[in-house]
T-cell receptor, first 116, second 112 residues
Framework: NAGVTQTPKFRVLKTGQSMTLLCAQD?????MYWYRQDPGMGLRLIHY???????AKGEVPDGYNVSRLKKQNFLLGLESAAPSQTSVYFC???????????????FGPGTRLTVL | DQQVKQNSPSLSVQEGRISILNCDYT??????FLWYKKYPAEGPTFLIS?????DKNEDGRFTVFLNKSAKHLSLHIVPSQPGDSAVYFC???????????FGKGTHLIIQP
């Protein structure tokens, strides 16, 4: 049981390049999330998904796209990377909560992305 | 507008003493609050939570207190241990599926 895994762990991009971050969970969770963490900013929600085939925008969605083709995977794409997207990216997942808001989110180890 | 505020970027406490981490929120729609702990180069891990209908929740050395009228919550760690040195994030949930709203975190340092 690996929990939430993220690929890759580190990446350096040049401005304008594209890439996809992969998140996988083996806990059969319905909900999945992508956050970014910047120094002094805490974690901010980029996009989220409440089930296979569904996605929705979070607090800071601009410049990112996501897809949830399989329940266990949630992909975050950067079509044209910018230096402002230099950050640590965390994926998280949670059960469909019996009581909304009581779901505990399980986080992956993070992907450190640098855009030059 | 910052909906969850952790005004102390860092806190230093002696081993064995009580650590108190504070968190304030402005969103009255939050009905659930969580604390996460984060070590360097790792993802956040869930620590303890509290529903807005309660004012206290305890789990071993960790206790969270909620004061709804003041929109304030605090995390108490007693006694503090070296392994507690980490960044602690306070988060609020509005009951929807759209994730958690996190504070900026407090770096707790436990000194021997």
């Amino acid at each position: 049981n690996a929990g939430v895994t993220q690929t890759p762990k580190f990446r350096v991009l040049k401005t304008g390049q594209s890439m996809t971050l992969l998140c996988a969970q083996d806990m059969n969770h319905e909900y999945m999330y992508w956050y970014r963490q910047d120094p002094g900013m805490g974690l901010r929600l980029i996009h989220y998904s409440v089930g296979e085939g569904t996605t929705a925008k979070g607090e800071v969605p601009d410049g990112y796209n996501v897809s949830r083709l399989k329940k266990q995977n949630f992909l975050l794409g950067l079509e044209s990377a910018a230096p402002s997207q230099t950050s640590v990216y965390f994926c998280a997942s949670s059960y469909f909560p019996a009581v909304p808001g009581t779901d505990t989110q399980y986080f992956g180890p993070g992907t450190r992305l640098t855009v030059l | 507008d910052q909906q969850v505020k952790q005004n102390s970027p860092s806190l230093s406490v002696q081993e064995g003493r009580i650590s108190i981490l504070n968190c304030d929120y402005t969103n009255s729609m939050f009905d659930y609050f969580l604390w996460y702990k984060k070590y360097p180069a790792e993802g956040p891990t869930f620590l303890i939570s509290i529903s807005s209908i309660k004012d206290k929740n305890e789990d071993g050395r960790f206790t969270v207190f909620l004061n709804k009228s003041a929109k304030h919550l605090s995390l108490h760690i007693v006694p503090s241990q070296p392994g507690d040195s980490a960044v602690y994030f306070c988060a609020g949930s509005g009951g929807g599926a759209d994730g958690l709203t996190f504070g900026k975190g407090t770096h707790l340092i436990i000194q021997p």
